[in-house]
T-cell receptor, first 112, second 113 residues
């Protein structure tokens, strides 16, 4: 089992719709959770971080965390073609030195 | 105003050569990282330094040797390059160890022929 799992996609949604991206992680002691966006040929860019159970909203983005289910999600409201990118879920844990584990990413395509 | 910079952006070289990639951050962060992103886009940590001290060294061949002359710089030297080393290498930094909010450099695309 991979430490951080994401559906590779592509996830295709029409412009204006809600895109829902999901991520599960295997290590219960994971402590903090992040979503990065990576455009093709570019570097990852942090868009959301979440540290406690529940929802966290930032503009059109909402991160959701459920530690009991070991599940993190990212909702993108009013999706725009400019949101088309790969979204990387990342999990931080202390392994005797904090380490960030990235999922393989979900490709999102927003159709105009 | 570049926060995390890397040089070179592209590196094409032959098997067996030795090459270096340089990274600098002007964010005042304490912790810096090297990641490798392979052709399947999987991003994997290689090394992490906190204030010039090595704190994470993943299972990376010892042909790879990081060096941190100060906390703003983290360089990566690779000896005896192999075909499998072809990938994009990203440098990143965070405010402190344990902070997963990382800022990435633009990446160095290494191609070994």
């Amino acid at each position: 089992q991979k430490e951080v799992e994401q559906n590779s996609g592509p996830l295709s949604v029409p412009e204006g719709a809600i895109a829902s991206l999901n991520c599960t992680y295997s290590d219960r002691v994971s402590q903090s959770f992040f979503w990065y966006r990576q455009y093709s040929g570019k570097s990852p860019e942090l868009i959301m971080s979440i540290y406690s159970n529940g929802d966290k909203e930032d503009g059109r983005f909402t991160a959701q965390l459920n530690k009991a289910s070991q599940y993190v999600s990212l909702l993108i409201r009013d999706s725009q073609p400019s949101d088309s990118a790969t979204y990387l879920c990342a999990v931080n844990r202390d392994t005797g030195g904090f380490k960030t584990i990235f999922g393989a990413g979900t490709r999102l395509f927003v159709k105009a | 105003d570049t926060a995390v910079s890397q040089t070179p952006k592209y590196l094409v070289t032959q098997m067996g050569n030795d090459k270096s990639i340089k990274c600098e951050q002007n964010l005042g962060h304490d912790t810096m990282y090297w990641y490798k992103q392979d052709s399947k886009k999987f991003l994997k940590i290689m090394f992490s330094y906190n204030n010039k001290e090595l704190i994470i060294n993943e299972t990376v061949p010892n042909r790879f040797s990081p060096k941190s002359p100060d906390k703003a710089h983290l360089n990566l030297h690779i000896n005896s390059l192999e075909l499998g080393d072809s990938a994009v290498y990203f440098c990143a930094s965070s405010q402190r160890t344990g902070n997963g909010e990382q800022y990435f450099g633009p990446g160095t695309r290494l191609t070994v022929t």
